[in-house]
């Protein structure tokens, strides 16, 4: 398995020989990539912190959160956390975000580009997986009432 320091550089190099087309976002300085989830490019941020012991990866759905639709969306995205084997739904109710993070620790500032290649694909099956239903939730086309019907619904015809 191959290792390497965790920086900004190495990163880019990890993405771009992964064929993943680094960019780079301007204000923040970030590194990131785009995903396809549901018929959307949704943005991947990758943020380095205490000098590379964390990597955070930082998926952003493009659905504004809405006042009146905030503790629908925050129940749902509970519900998804508690079902899923590595949980990372959560909501910015001051900006109105909406993401899926995960949080990666690199011992010693080393990162296992195999384990990374394997969260990267785990955050697009997750995030492609629920972003229809985060988007119908968080508009308000449908309550969670509904959701859990057509769900039941499904599972008995399957």
């Given at each position: 398995?191959?290792?390497w320091s965790l920086n900004q550089n190495n990163l880019s190099n990890f993405l771009k020989q992964a064929e993943l087309q680094p960019l780079l976002e301007r204000e923040s300085q970030l590194t990131y990539i785009n995903i396809q989830a549901d018929d959307h490019e949704l943005p991947l941020f990758f943020v380095i912190r205490n000098k590379g012991e964390v990597l955070q990866m930082i998926c952003y759905f493009p659905?504004?959160?809405?006042?009146?639709?905030?503790?629908?969306?925050?129940r749902l995205l509970h519900l998804l956390n508690r079902d899923l084997d590595i949980p990372g739904f959560g909501m910015d109710?001051?900006?109105?975000?909406?993401?899926?993070?995960?949080?990666?620790?690199c011992l010693?500032?080393?990162?296992?580009e195999t384990l990374l290649r394997i969260y990267i694909d785990t955050i697009k099956l997750v995030c492609d997986s629920f972003s229809h239903v985060v988007g119908l939730i968080s508009s308000g086309n449908m309550n969670l009432d509904e959701l859990k019907k057509q769900a039941k619904k499904e599972q008995t015809n399957t």
């Open positions: 398995m191959t290792t659905y504004q959160l809405h006042d009146e639709h905030k503790g629908a969306t925050a109710e001051e900006q109105g975000l909406i993401f899926y993070r995960l949080v990666l620790p010693e500032g080393q990162i296992h």
